[in-house]
């Protein structure tokens, strides 16, 4: 069965600060791709980044960088010097290629970026 | 522009009553999907489609049918059979079907209420 955990329910930081949004999962295939969402309040899921399995190498793009590592099953994501912008609920989603289009969603984290 | 709209953004249900919850995309993708939001959670398939005149029971499809009769539209129906209506609905689209690595791309959303 394929699962994904999002351990951290609700983080708060203090604008400017550095914030890592950890991602495990579970899938017995090897050929699967991993997602980050954000949800803002207006409550519309953005795409942030695809991965898919075969490529392990880290990506930055702008203050956003994501740690993928099959060796501990995790995805993580790390917000450089967080703006009040960033405030949001983050997830993070897998899909296999066994179980066709299905995305299995992380029950989220809420980001809360404060002055 | 291109995207997907959803409507009504707030839906209120009598019990007892069906209701309809319009997706539409102008992106010319092949493959749309229903997801339920709760409080707390990640989201879970209801429904997926990734042809005109074809669709697929998701995790949570009992209380819920659906219908694709034009590429760009795929309406979902919350029946009365359905006895916890109340959630947030999400509508997806992504460009090519049954492949995992597509990325799928998200709707406002509607929140539906039950009276």
């Known amino acids: 069965a394929q699962k994904v955990t999002q351990a951290q329910t609700e983080i708060s930081v203090v604008e400017k600060e550095d914030v890592t949004l950890d991602c495990v999962y579970e899938t017995r295939d090897t050929t699967y791709y991993l997602f980050w969402y954000k949800q803002p309040p207006s409550g519309e899921l953005v795409f942030l980044i695809r991965r898919n399995s075969f490529d392990e190498q880290n990506e930055i793009s702008g203050r956003y960088s994501w740690n993928f590592q099959k060796s501990t099953s995790s995805f993580n994501f790390t917000i450089t010097a967080s703006q009040v912008v960033d405030s949001a609920v983050y997830f993070c989603?897998?899909?296999?290629?066994?179980?066709?289009?299905?995305?299995?969603f992380g029950t989220g984290t809420q980001l809360k970026v404060e002055l | 522009d291109g995207g997907i709209t959803q409507s009504p953004k707030y839906l209120f249900r009598k019990e007892g009553q069906n209701v309809t919850l319009s997706c539409e995309q102008n992106?010319?993708?092949?493959?749309m999907y229903w997801y339920r939001q709760d409080p707390g959670q990640g989201l879970r398939l209801i429904y997926y489609s990734q042809i005109v005149n074809d669709f697929q029971k998701g995790d949570i499809a009992e209380g819920y049918s659906v219908s694709r009769e034009k590429k760009e539209s795929f309406p979902l129906t919350v029946t009365s059979a359905q006895k916890n209506p109340t959630a947030f609905y999400l509508c997806a689209s992504s460009p090519f079907r049954g492949t995992a690595k597509e990325t799928q791309y998200f709707g406002p959303g509607t929140r539906l209420l039950v009276l």
């Open positions: 989603a897998l899909a296999f290629t066994g179980g066709g289009n299905k995305l299995t």
């Open positions: 992106l010319n993708h092949d493959a």
